[in-house]
């Protein structure tokens, strides 16, 4: 129960005494723990901002516990902070979700609209940031909606691998329970109401199903409003659940390799280095697809998000002119 103390100070090379974990921010002041499995509270003078994951020096004066510094960051993870500005494309701040990941959970709720466009959304932000992503359906008690989810993502995305549960189905509660790695980070994200909280829950406890607090309809209004880190006792793992999203984006460049690596595997054999794999000769994507190697709603996929991503970048360019 040291959340990760012992094995990040041998991994760095630090004396374990005198450093803690965050696992909860509120304002300025924050919940820590220490390598000793300690719950403490600390506080910070400086203007430095921290998060949940963190591993922080501290100093103790007066019995109270202060934060003097972050140490070396594994990961961050973060996306666009949320605004309904009309023209936060100017200055899209990336908001800090957690540091020092190692795995990160997308959930999708059956019962919420599903669209590939948010998987990929989903995919791209955080792939460049965390290598081992799982996507996980919540809610597969809507079974029809469940089936047509992982049809349309296998169809397109065969290499994906999406597990699905539902709180009300034990054996996949368990099967769940063995994709979380022991002594490892492990963080939950999707929109409001996908089943963060209900499924940290279970994890915590390990109770098998927590039937009073599931409403069939799915709308439960335990809103999270913080991010906060638990000890899973099941899988022996660090759990941090999340508040929900309103939307997923970000101003930084996406990598787009999880979904299309077999798209780039086959650039290299293009005729020429910069083949945009539309109408060149020598397009070895495009003869691919003739081949009924390559799958054609997949490159259909490819194009269209390379259009949205090429469309915000020169919308990007052409304000910051204009503005400057
Ligand atoms: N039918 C069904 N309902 C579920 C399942 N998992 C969660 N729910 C319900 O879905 C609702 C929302 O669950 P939460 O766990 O609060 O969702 P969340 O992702 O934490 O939401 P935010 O904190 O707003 O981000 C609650 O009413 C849950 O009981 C499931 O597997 N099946
Ligand atoms: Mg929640
Ligand atoms: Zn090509």
């Known amino acids: 129960?040291?959340?990760?103390?012992?094995?990040?100070?041998?991994?760095?090379?630090?004396?374990?005494?005198?450093?803690?974990?965050?696992?909860?921010?509120?304002?300025?002041?924050?919940?820590?723990?220490?390598?000793?499995?300690?719950?403490?509270?600390?506080?910070?003078?400086?203007?430095?901002?921290?998060?949940?994951?963190?591993?922080?020096?501290?100093?103790?004066?007066?019995?109270?516990?202060?934060?003097?510094?972050?140490?070396?960051?594994?990961?961050?993870?973060?996306?666009?902070?949320?605004?309904?500005?009309?023209?936060?494309?100017?200055?899209?701040?990336?908001?800090?979700?957690?540091t020092n990941v190692d795995q990160l959970f997308i959930l999708i709720a059956a019962d919420q609209r599903f669209t590939l466009s948010k998987l990929e959304r989903y995919l791209m932000v955080f792939s460049g940031m965390v290598k081992d992503i799982k996507i996980l359906i919540s809610k597969n008690d809507y079974q029809l909606k469940t089936e047509k989810i992982l049809e349309d993502v296998s169809r397109v995305y065969p290499h994906l691998r999406i597990c699905s549960y539902s709180i009300l189905n034990e054996e996949s509660l368990l099967h769940l329970n063995t994709l979380f790695e022991p002594g490892e980070t492990a963080l939950l994200v999707g929109s409001s109401g996908v089943g963060k909280s209900t499924l940290t829950n279970y994890l915590l406890n390990k109770v098998s199903i927590i039937t009073n607090d599931v409403r069939m309809d799915g709308k439960g209004k335990h809103t999270t409003t913080a991010t906060k880190m638990y000890h899973a006792t099941s899988s022996e793992s660090y759990l941090i659940d999340s508040p929900g999203f309103k939307g997923i984006q970000t101003s930084r460049e996406i990598d787009s390799e999880i979904l299309f690596e077999d798209i780039s595997r086959l650039a290299v054999e293009c005729k020429f280095n910069d083949c945009k794999h539309?109408?060149?000769?020598?397009?070895?994507?495009?003869?691919?697809?003739?081949?009924?190697?390559?799958?054609?709603?997949?490159?259909?996929?490819?194009?269209?998000?390379?259009?949205?991503?090429?469309?915000?970048?020169?919308?990007?360019?052409?304000?910051?002119?204009?503005?400057?």
């Not at 400086?46 to 007066?62: E, I």
């Not at 936060?88 to 908001?95: D, P």
């Not at 390559?294 to 949205?308: I, V």
């Open 278 to 324: 539309q109408s060149e000769p020598g397009c070895a994507v495009k003869s691919a697809i003739k081949n009924q190697r390559l799958d054609s709603e997949m490159y259909a996929r490819f194009l269209y998000q390379k259009k949205k991503r090429e469309g915000y970048e020169r919308y990007i360019r052409d304000k910051n002119r204009k503005k400057g």
């Open 1 to 98: 129960m040291d959340f990760g103390i012992n094995a990040y100070c041998i991994r760095h090379g630090f004396v374990i005494a005198d450093i803690v974990r965050i696992t909860e921010k509120n304002r300025n002041v924050y919940q820590v723990v220490n390598h000793k499995g300690d719950h403490l509270q600390a506080i910070t003078t400086n203007d430095k901002d921290y998060y949940v994951g963190d591993f922080v020096s501290v100093t103790t004066v007066d019995n109270q516990l202060f934060i003097t510094h972050c140490l070396t960051r594994e990961n961050v993870i973060s996306k666009a902070r949320n605004t309904t500005s009309k023209d936060f494309l100017f200055h899209v701040e990336e908001q800090i979700l957690a």
